[in-house]
């Protein structure tokens, strides 16, 4: 584990893709995983963004727009616009 994630690892794996309520306490883990730009996969794996593959970023950014295998709600550790922006700067990096 990158992160100690504590609270968020107490959400059931069957809540953990939908829409959800973080109590303050996952928010504030939340907080910590987008300053520190660590991903949670599906599966509930941590990975750094610039460490996931330029595929797995398209993938999640369709995902987050409806496009993708999956959908990530809105609201999904932090919020869609705060990940786009992430995900967006990784991929100017790469360029």
Not at 41 to 69: D, L, P, S
Not at 74 to 94: A, C, H, S, T
Request: charged share 25%.
């Amino acid at each position: 584990m990158l992160i100690e994630i504590l609270e968020l690892d107490k959400i059931e794996p069957f809540k953990w893709l939908k829409t959800f309520k973080f109590n303050p306490l996952q928010q504030l883990e939340i907080n910590s995983l987008l300053n520190n730009h660590v991903w949670i996969t599906a599966k509930r794996e941590q990975i750094y963004v610039n460490k996931m593959t330029t595929n797995h970023i398209n993938n999640c950014i369709k995902c987050f727009n409806g496009q993708g295998n999956m959908t990530i709600p809105n609201d999904y550790l932090g919020g869609k616009e705060k990940w786009l922006k992430i995900f967006k700067e990784e991929l100017v990096k790469r360029q």
